[in-house]
């Protein structure tokens, strides 16, 4: 149903600016997408002019914007402010707890918590814990001795390998895998053998792990990640790695073995990182950085190999360059050429008087 501009403005806490009178809102969306029914937004001063190719009837905008060629209702936090819109407008599907489903393989030595859903077609193995309030959907796959915290969600074709522990309040995506055996081969009698898959993968609460993701157990003990990490979709961690606090990890990295991370470490896209290297506190890896070496506290570095930021960009500027100082070069070596020739022509008519 369409809600007055006023209602949703009183709903975030904000303040309309400009004319109002009748105005409803029917939708939420993009600059872009925004249609005349719905109301947008921009959340900084430096983009209001954007304002001028949306379609839009309204738009949210930050404190002090003041007034534009339409109604705004300002706010402290626009994109706090959008998504409480949003959720008014278009409320999240929520589902009833099920409980157990009579679909679902839980194996009768598992330890279900309360409130706890086991959809249809999941497969809970022997000795499993799973805390009270936690979620396992459709076609995931809890291989024995797994813990599980309360309140984690794991979504539908997931896999934990066996002993695999997870904390509370975990988000784990759909088609991750989790304790995976790790990619060690040492050669017996002219062919590979696999090394030991002792160990098991630990994560810590409050972690996210994106779809398509893997981390692979430890040789003799824990692959660990730490609390409050979050891991995008397709992200490969090899065995033994151990990632500190609060990492920001994007698609497609991968971790090679027996590396360490401190807090706070961001891995941009398609980071590659060799096997027993560390990564300090509050590092940023560039996007398709190559790091093969330790990378320092506090640090931005970019490339392969991976270097400083500010000795990168050198790099580049300089790289830019080239063709240019090709040219110079060519004409240089001319000249030296033509000088050569001269002084050898000259050289010779003296001998000859």
Not at 106 to 126: E, F, K, Q, S, W
């Amino acid at each position: 149903m369409p809600i007055s501009l006023e209602e949703l403005a009183r709903h975030v806490q904000g303040t309309v600016v400009g004319g109002t009178a009748g105005l409803s809102i029917s939708g939420a969306a993009t600059l872009e997408t925004a249609g005349p029914a719905d109301i947008t937004l921009i959340d900084a001063t430096d983009k209001l002019h954007l304002l001028a190719k949306s379609r839009a009837c309204a738009v949210i905008v930050p404190q002090g914007s003041g007034p534009l060629n339409r109604p705004t209702v300002e706010v402290a936090d626009v994109h706090a402010a959008f998504a409480a819109v949003i959720i008014r407008l278009r409320p999240p599907r929520t589902a009833a707890r099920i409980g157990v489903s009579p679909r679902a393989v839980v194996d009768p030595t598992a330890r279900i918590g309360a409130d706890t859903d086991i959809h249809a077609l999941a497969v809970i193995g022997a000795d499993v814990e799973i805390g009270p309030g936690a979620t396992i959907h459709s076609g995931a796959q809890i291989m024995a001795g797994c813990r599980i915290g309360a309140g984690t969600v794991i979504f539908p074709n997931a896999v934990l390998y066996h002993s695999t522990q997870v904390g509370a309040r975990c988000v784990i995506h759909a088609g991750a895998v989790l304790g995976a055996y790790g990619f060690g081969y040492k050669v017996v009698d002219g062919g590979y053998c696999l090394s030991a898959q002792l160990g098991w993968v630990e994560i810590g609460d409050d972690v996210e792990i994106g779809a398509g993701t893997t981390i692979d157990r430890g040789t003799y003990g824990a692959t660990s990640i730490g609390n409050g990490t979050k891991l995008d979709n397709l992200v490969m961690i090899a065995h033994n790695c151990r990632l500190g606090l609060h990492n920001m990890i994007c698609s497609q990295v991968g971790v090679a073995g027996s590396t360490t991370t401190g807090d706070w470490v961001v891995m941009a896209g398609q980071v590659g990182v060799r096997d027993h290297v560390h990564i300090g506190d509050k590092a940023i890896l560039g996007a398709r950085s190559g790091v093969s070496n330790d990378v320092p506290p506090g640090i931005t570095v970019l490339g392969e190999p991976a270097i400083e930021l500010r000795d990168r960009k050198l790099q580049l500027a300089t790289m830019s360059k080239l063709p240019e100082m090709r040219k110079d070069i060519k004409q240089l070596n001319a000249r030296v050429h033509a000088i050569e020739q001269t002084q050898s022509s000259g050289g010779r008519g003296i001998e000859a008087a």
